[in-house]
Structures are given as C-alpha cells and as structure tokens.
C-alpha cells in the first residue's frame, strides 16, 4: 500500500500566496458590501477611467438590446408564426415517406403489403413567411374560383407579388444576418468581452491593494516590511491594470464597425421596403380597375 508520504508528495504544490490575496480580496469585497469600509479604505480610480468605464457599458447595453430584437431574422417564421395544420400537413408527409422507405427496406420477403413510393420526388418546404402565406392562399384562391372570375384573377395578381414581397424579405433577413447580427455579436463577445475582463481585472488589483494597505495598517512590527512591500506591488499592479483597460476601452469607443453594420441594416431594410413598395403598387391599381368595374356591373345590374 501506497504511504502516506509518498501519497501526499503526489498532490499537486498550492501557492499559498495566491489563496492569501485571493481570502484578502474576498474580505476586502465583503466589507465594501456591508459598508464596513470608510471612503478612505477604498482607492479612488481615475476620472478618465470612470468615463470610459460609463461609455461602454452603455456601447455594450445598446448591443445586446439591438441583437436581442434583430436576432429575430434568423427566424424564418417571425411574422408568421407556422399554422398548425399546414405544420400538421408537412409531418405527415414527412411520415409517410420514411415510412415508405422502411417498408421497401425491410418488408420484402414478408406478407405484409409494400406502400407504393411516391412517383414524385418531395417538394422543398414552403417559406413560413406572412407573404409567402398570403401568397398561397391568394393562389390557392385563385385555382378554386377560375380564370374567368374577376376576383380570381386578382387574387392570383396578389397572389405572385407577394410571393416576390417575401422572397425580397428572406433576402433581407440573410443580409441583416449576415451584415449586422453577427458582426455585432462578434464585437460583443471580443472587443467589448476583453475591454469588460480587463475592467475586471482592475477591480481584482484595486482590491488586492486596497486589502494590502488594511493589512499594513494591522500588521505587527516584524511584518510592517513584508506588507509595505505587498503594497507596493498592488499599486504597481494596479496601475498596470488600469492603463490597459483604459487603452482596450478606447479600442471598442473607436472601432467603426457598429456604425458600419447599423448602415448595413438600413440598407437591407431599404431594399426590402422598397421592393415591397414598387411591388404592391405595381399592382394596385390593376386591382382597384378590377374593384371600380365590378361594383360598376352590379350597380347596374340591381338598378336593372
């Protein structure tokens, strides 16, 4: 059996050290907590810092709200949310083919009856768009009622504009995706992520010194040395900290790009609603004609 002495000698070395400014920093942020701390106890950061630090918590504030709404364009079905029968309609489906694979797969050799295939192949799924879904159920409309009813050829004029209104509006939920989401939330998480770590950072320091001058002022004679230089090397610290954080600030209050991709998202916006604008008008007045003679025929055909 293995000894103790040779078991413990097998544990990995503690930095006693390290536990020892960690429990101070702790204790530190514990008595700040509870207000044990006088306003003299605590270091008094710079002004710069304070700035920058107010800056870009509002920077980092506007990101998320703005990806929290504008992540919806990854969503297909944002403006519509999937009806269940047509839901319904496209897992049967899905059913009754795999189910069709599985029998030719596996029934051959026995009596139970082999589903016929479908001789044609699988429609791709239908855009859960609210266009898209207008369109089919003007199209459908238009199938059921002829081409010699006059709504019915107005339903099928509406029918394919907005189909291309949605097919503009997939256009500019992939753009907004690509050209705002995902950039934004690549600055979130790397810029404005390490500018947020090193702030961290300098609270780490700020109490580590701080904790250090506490313990200084306790400290007995013997040890006055030893923690006077602890001190020393929390200011140095400290100061080392803040003035990265201050410059990794700057880069993110700096950077460009946010005001980039928020001209990316007018601009995919711009076509959309364009599109969508020159589309519907397009048509509109083909359709009011249709309107203005059909309530010309029935006038004339009550008055009869």
Do not use: C
Request: glycine share 6%; charged share 25%; aromatic share 4%.
């Amino acid at each position: 059996m293995q000894s103790w002495k040779n078991f413990s000698a097998n544990l990995p070395s503690v930095d006693v050290s390290a536990v020892s400014k960690n429990l101070r920093n702790t204790v530190q942020a514990t008595r700040e907590r509870l207000g044990n701390v006088g306003p003299d106890g605590i270091t008094e950061l710079p002004a710069e810092y304070k700035q920058l630090e107010s800056r870009v918590d509002a920077l980092r504030d506007v990101h998320q709200k703005l990806l929290k709404i504008t992540k919806v364009h990854e969503t297909e079905s944002y403006d519509y949310p999937s009806d269940i029968t047509e839901s319904m309609s496209e897992v049967g489906h899905q059913a009754a083919s795999a189910w069709s694979t599985f029998a030719n797969k596996n029934l051959k050799n026995t009596n139970l009856p082999i589903p016929i295939p479908s001789p044609t192949a699988k429609p791709p799924p239908a855009p859960k768009t609210l266009p898209h879904a207008l369109s089919r159920a003007a199209k459908s409309g238009a199938t059921e009622l002829g081409d010699g009813d006059r709504l019915g050829l107005a339903l099928g004029v509406y029918g394919a504009a907005m189909e291309k209104v949605g097919d503009a509006r997939l256009a500019q939920d992939n753009l907004i995706a690509e050209r705002f989401v995902t950039p934004w939330q690549a600055t979130l998480s790397t810029s404005i992520g390490l500018a947020m770590k090193a702030r961290a950072n300098v609270k780490t320091a700020r109490l580590e010194l701080d904790g250090a001058r506490a313990a200084l002022k306790s400290a007995a004679a013997a040890k006055q040395e030893q923690a006077r230089l602890h001190v020393e090397e929390a200011e140095d610290k400290l100061v080392q900290a803040t003035e990265t954080a201050i410059g990794l600030m700057k880069a993110v209050l700096e950077n460009p790009e946010p005001l980039q991709n928020l001209s990316n998202l007018v601009k995919a916006q711009l076509i959309f609603f364009s599109t969508a604008a020159e589309t519907l008008s397009g048509i509109q007045g083909e359709i009011e004609e249709a309107a203005t003679a059909a309530e010309g025929e029935y006038r004339q055909s009550r008055g009869a």
